[in-house]
């Protein structure tokens, strides 16, 4: 089967670093991409990794090693707007659409 | 990136009825996806609608139930047929400008079935 393991929820206080793992099992892999969520709100597309390294966009961050099939998202300096549900997707197939999604991480930023 | 607009945002429908979702891309796009997200859940590929063509299914969901049109490169309906309480759920359209490019979603609908 198909599947993407990451934890289910995470807290944290303002001005930390936090890390979201994923490790990924699928039939094919283009690339691991994540997704902040906010409640009552849609996905909003944070990074993608198409290959092994991090890349970095401000205070988040995103390393994959396709090897080990297992990514992390960093969040650095965390703000309290950052409290949200953060989700990695692996594009299986060809096309960005066709990603399967993790479960989810919640996270809870404190002051 | 791309502006989607999804509609309606919400609604309560009583079971055994049907409800279109819209959406509408602010420029030309080959491929639109339906997402599924359950209540606390992640987001499930319904179907992937291309312009031209019929819509390519995942396991799981048929075209009987979840009908697809996709008339042009900038619209796209998702139908719900014959409603039941675990439809409820947000139904989610998403675009990527390309291949390459990022899968960005719209609003959503939230949906409950009663």
């Known amino acids: 089967g198909q599947s993407l393991e990451q934890p289910s929820e995470v807290t944290a206080v303002e001005g930390a670093i936090v890390q979201i793992n994923c490790t990924y099992q699928?039939?094919?892999?283009?690339?691991l991409s994540w997704y902040q969520q906010h409640d009552g709100g849609a996905p909003t597309f944070l990074s993608y990794?198409?290959l092994d390294g991090l890349e970095e966009t401000g205070r988040f961050s995103s390393f994959l090693s396709r090897s080990d099939s297992y990514g992390y998202l960093l969040l650095q300096e965390l703000q309290m707007k950052d409290s949200a549900s953060y989700f990695c997707a692996v594009n299986s197939g060809w096309g960005q659409g066709n990603l399967i999604f993790g479960k989810g991480t919640k996270l809870s930023v404190k002051p | 990136s791309a502006v989607i607009s999804q509609k309606p945002s919400r609604d309560i429908c009583q079971r055994g009825t049907s409800l279109t979702i819209q959406c509408q891309v602010d420029?030309?796009?080959?491929?639109m996806f339906w997402y599924r997200q359950q209540p606390g859940q992640s987001l499930t590929l319904i179907a992937t609608a291309n312009q031209g063509s019929e819509a390519t299914y995942e396991s799981g969901f048929v075209i009987d139930k979840f009908p697809i049109s996709r008339p042009n490169l900038t619209f796209s309906t998702l139908t719900v047929s014959n409603m039941s309480p675990e439809d409820s759920s947000i139904y989610l359209c998403?675009?990527?400008?390309?291949?390459?490019?990022?899968?960005?979603f719209g609003n959503g609908t939230r949906l409950t079935v009663t």
């Open positions: 699928t039939s094919g892999f283009y690339g």
């Open positions: 998403s675009v990527a400008g390309s291949d390459n490019s990022p899968l960005h």
């Open positions: 990794n198409g």
């Open positions: 420029s030309q796009v080959t491929m």
